[in-house]
């Protein structure tokens, strides 16, 4: 079992930057790919980002990439969700999750462990 506690949500106007974290916990947490996705308010929810185990690896929505960042500190099993250039579009409960394997395959339903979300809101 893999716990995953995120933190960092919060207003920001566009323009701005936020940075999400999401710390694992439990049995061999370290082992897993993590990654983030976001639900905006009637939409379903959407890829954003993911790192493999050892943040060797990354890979970016399209939506997101060159803003987003997915840093992750091995030693305290913790990955971040760096947001850059933030715009009224990026607002959403932001989920952290953690999946077995690493993968270019954008589908939540990879994933074993979800965090319980946090909101970010940008304003125009």
């Known amino acids: 079992q893999v716990q995953l506690v995120e933190s960092g949500g919060g207003l920001v106007q566009a323009g701005g930057s936020l940075r999400l974290s999401c710390a694992a916990s439990?049995?061999?947490?370290?082992?897993?790919?993590m990654g983030w996705f976001r639900q905006a308010p009637g939409k379903e929810r959407e890829f954003v980002a993911e790192i493999n185990f050892s943040g060797g690896t990354t890979n970016y929505a399209d939506s997101v990439k060159g803003r987003f960042t997915i840093p992750k500190d091995n030693a305290k099993n913790t990955v971040y969700l760096q947001m850059n250039s933030l715009r009224p579009e990026d607002t959403a409960v932001y989920y952290c999750?953690?999946?077995?394997?690493?993968?270019?395959?954008?589908?939540?339903?990879?994933?074993?462990?979800w965090g319980q979300g946090t909101q970010v809101t940008v304003s125009s």
């Open positions: 439990g049995r061999a947490a370290s082992n897993y790919a």
């Open positions: 999750g953690a999946v077995l394997s690493f993968s270019y395959v954008r589908q939540q339903n990879r994933y074993n462990y």
